[in-house]
């Protein structure tokens, strides 16, 4: 090691350490004018095969030969181009590569470009030469120079004079000794000419005082790489110069890129992703970052905020992100989840309508600014000490998303052009976090406002049932279900009572819980038993999925869904229940005893497995309580469902409660834990209809059977204070049990029902279900259920195990004294 006072050299590092690292001199027509040993080994192609041909012989991603001077040209007018790409081997095989093109000055105007390429896929182990590998992959500046054979420099850029401030009007033309003196120059000298002696590549690290910062020793990394020409014998030699430390600084960096491909995102909560993004910038290269966000990213709704779109309101900002080096970020005005002011004509609305970042090296508080113009936001940049500043854009696909802002307040060095980008490329990394979670907030959103939508909005239980009811959806990573409930009224002053569960999450699962609610009770209307209206339920769905299938020889999608549908009526205090996969209710009865009756499980629906399902009825005491819910209330990561239906029973045993109080007490086991899916729950409580208000009686099929109807129905309703529907109702009468003489032998059950409307129900052995339909004007039947449907709400029919129930209901407010 030779030692002087102004360089140091270190030890000399192998070339193949760094025979990844290939070097090409250019000329402004994109022409190989020299190669080097490297290139070959990375490549293939030899110095023969290559200088003097185009660079697009190894770079097919920039086209022909013909593209290739106007990319050089471009280059030039950028001061340079860096990226990834990929260079052709000689073998055919495509490697992924490192490419940095650095433009040249020669004598006389005359312009060369260095191409220096690095294998992405292979990594130096040692430090120094890993320094220079870095430096090309990164964004570190390199000084660059050329010597011809006589170590005359014919080529340099403007880099190499902040390395050792030598600008390039000395040092073109010149030897090292020509412009440096001491030993240092000279023994510079002694490696360059080794170099074109073996024709191979050597490392150093050096340290050396800059010329702005004397008294400062400062680290280099400088590799000399022999240029051969067609023949293949040396033509020069190529210098690079490495900052190591602006390299190690950028490496530092870049770890914290690779950092938050790995933490960024790790939700999909937004404020919790743009507090990440405030995390990982503070103490690195900042000491203050807010992170701003659009309301609509926030809340899942509303339109996007379009970049260049910005009318005379202002987008609304809410802050996510806050971090800072001083313990409570009392620098902030504004905490997490508050309003954020834009103010007018500041770097926010710059950006707001170029989508560009804002750099501000040096924070200008003068008169006129827009900092002056904010007097409260002025003082607390001063008290703070704020004097650097970068606003970097949130945005995906044009959308705003929001701003990041870093501050520097004890570092006293200003930001500079690589720390804008290094914040560019974090807050770029955060905006695809950011915009996954927006929209997959704002489906769970829809989601979530289509569920509510489809949900009763009011339980109408009628005189048969008190209902009450809660719905709590899943954590955000799991998102909306498609659970459901409801409560249908029935004829008779029945009801039936709903609980299902559609197997997924999000949009699709809400819609499908729809489609399932809406076919629920169309087959309620239908008057069916709950074991026929699951077996329904069942075929519908295995056909709406065979429906989604379009291509034919594709199996079709299962849309799996459990439900439990109860039929309770208030006369007989019965209630008849089937279940398709479901969990059975709790039931409790006024003293507090809590049951879960034994029900057969039933295969969940669409799953095609061609089980019957079996309905199980049961005689509930007046004043029950009957607990309809979902997986998601009893089943949780910490409990099994056996633990959460105890821990249900236990919650929902407080006679004492309302419904209302019932269902919150419920709800609250599983608020706070980690939910497995969403939790519903329809709580009701039963009522029994008084023996005054059931009129029935059996009558014989025979021709006095009608007019013995009407006698007791003119005399029910007489006693009820009903006279004003007591000759509508005994046309209803007349028609029905005339109907039911006529297509039935055994005998006829009659009954009035008086709750909220007045119902008559008319029962018969009979199979068939009469139908209306039109008589001719010489007809003398067909008549009677026309008649019926004038007189009546509404009527219908509904199976019995032997035989039918045809009913018709009539409007209490036509009664008289009403």
């Not at 360089?7 to 760094?18: E, F």
């Not at 690292?21 to 994109?30: K, M, R, V, W, Y």
């Not at 030469?129 to 014919?154: E, K, N, Y």
């Not at 009007?169 to 170099?195: H, K, N, W, Y």
Request: net charge negative; charged share 20%.
């Amino acid at each position: 090691m030779t030692s002087t006072d102004r360089v140091t050299l270190g030890r000399q590092i192998h070339a193949s350490d760094i025979s990844d690292t290939a070097f090409a001199l250019l000329d402004e027509q994109g022409t190989v004018v020299a190669w080097t040993q490297a290139a070959q080994h990375l490549v293939g192609y030899s110095a023969g095969e290559v200088v003097g041909r185009s660079a697009a012989l190894v770079l097919p991603s920039f086209g022909e030969a013909s593209a290739m001077p106007a990319f050089v040209e471009q280059c030039r007018a950028r001061n340079g181009w860096l990226g990834a790409t990929a260079v052709r081997h000689r073998d055919g095989q495509v490697l992924d590569v490192g490419l940095r093109i650095s433009p040249l000055q020669g004598q006389d105007g005359a312009v060369r470009s260095l191409a220096t390429v690095t294998d992405i896929g292979v990594q130096s182990g040692d430090a120094a030469s890993g320094s220079v590998w870095g430096a090309i992959l990164d964004r570190a500046p390199i000084g660059v120079s050329v010597r011809d054979l006589q170590l005359h420099c014919t080529w340099v850029n403007d880099v190499m004079e902040s390395h050792d401030g030598i600008s390039p009007g000395r040092r073109l033309g010149c030897r090292v000794t020509d412009v440096q003196s001491g030993v240092e120059a000279a023994t510079i000298e002694a490696m360059l000419r080794q170099v074109l002696a073996s024709g191979t590549t050597t490392v150093h690290e050096y340290r050396t005082w800059l010329p702005a910062s004397l008294g400062q020793e400062h680290p280099f990394a400088v590799s000399f790489s022999c240029l051969q020409g067609a023949d293949g014998q040396p033509r020069g030699v190529c210098n690079i110069s490495v900052d190591v430390a602006e390299s190690r600084r950028v490496r530092e960096r870049l770890a914290v890129l690779g950092e938050a491909g790995t933490r960024l995102g790790s939700t999909l909560d937004v404020m919790q992703t743009g507090q990440e993004l405030a995390d990982l910038a503070v103490p690195l290269f900042a000491d203050l970052v807010t992170v701003d966000l659009e309301q609509s990213v926030l809340r899942g709704e509303g339109a996007p905020v379009r970049i260049g779109a910005v009318g005379e309101r202002l987008p609304v900002f809410r802050r996510a992100g806050l971090a800072s080096i001083r313990p409570g970020s009392t620098e902030s005005a504004w905490g997490r989840g508050e309003r954020v002011p834009v103010p007018p004509d500041s770097p926010f609305t710059d950006i707001l309508r170029t989508g560009r970042p804002h750099l501000e090296p040096i924070l200008d508080t003068a008169p006129g600014t827009w900092i002056d113009q904010n007097p409260a936001l002025a003082q607390r940049i001063r008290e703070n000490g704020m004097h650097s500043v970068m606003v970097v854009p949130i945005r995906a696909r044009r959308v705003l998303l929001g701003a990041a802002l870093f501050v520097r307040t004890e570092n006293p060095v200003p930001f500079q052009e690589c720390d804008l980008l290094l914040a560019e490329e974090l807050v770029g990394r955060a905006a695809v976090s950011l915009d996954n979670a927006r929209r997959y907030c704002r489906e769970q959103t829809a989601a979530l406002a289509l569920q509510c939508n489809l949900l009763p909005r009011r339980l109408r239980g009628g005189l048969a049932v008190e209902a009450a009811s809660r719905y709590l959806p899943a954590d955000a990573d799991r998102g909306v279900g498609g659970d459901w409930f409801d409560v249908i009224p029935l004829s008779g002053a029945r009801v039936a009572l709903v609980v299902g569960d559609v197997v997924g999450h999000g949009i699709n699962a809400a819609a499908a819980m729809g489609s399932l609610r809406t076919a629920v009770r169309t087959l309620a209307d239908m008057e069916l038993p709950p074991d026929e209206v699951l077996a329904r339920l069942d075929d519908t769905v295995q056909r709406l999925a065979e429906e989604d299938t379009d291509d034919s020889d594709q199996a079709a999608t299962v849309v799996g869904a459990t439900c439990l549908y109860a039929v309770y009526d208030p006369v007989t205090r019965k209630c008849t229940m089937a279940t398709a996969g479901h969990l059975p209710p709790a039931i409790i009865d006024p003293q507090g005893r809590v049951t879960f009756p034994d029900l057969p499980a039933g295969a969940p629906l669409g799953i095609g497995l061609g089980v019957l399902f079996e309905a199980v009825e049961l005689e509930l005491p007046e004043g029950s309580l009957v607990a309809l819910y979902t997986d998601g209330l009893v089943e949780t990561r910490e409990d099994d469902i056996e633990g959460g239906m105890h821990r249900l029973g236990t919650a929902l045993a407080q006679s004492d409660l309302s419904l209302e109080g019932l269902c919150t007490r419920a709800m609250e086991t599983v608020q706070g834990q980690a939910a497995c899916d969403d939790a519903s729950l329809l709580l009701v409580r039963t009522h029994a209809l008084s023996p005054n208000q059931v009129a029935s009686w059996t009558l014989p099929s025979d021709d006095t059977t009608v007019r013995r109807a009407r006698n007791l129905t003119a005399s029910q309703l007489a006693e009820w204070g009903l006279d004003g529907l007591e000759d509508s109702t005994k046309l209803i009468v007349s028609e029905l049990v005339t109907n039911a003489v006529r297509h039935s032998t055994s005998p006829i059950d009659l009954r009035l029902t008086w709750h909220q409307v007045l119902t008559v129900e008319v029962s018969d052995t009979g199979a068939g279900s009469p139908r209306p339909r039109n008589a001719g004007t010489t007809d003398e039947h067909g008549r009677g259920l026309f008649l019926v449907s004038q007189l009546s709400r509404r009527w219908g029919t509904r199976p019995t195990p032997g035989g039918k129930v045809v009913w018709a209901e009539a409007d209490l407010a036509h009664a008289s004294g009403l």
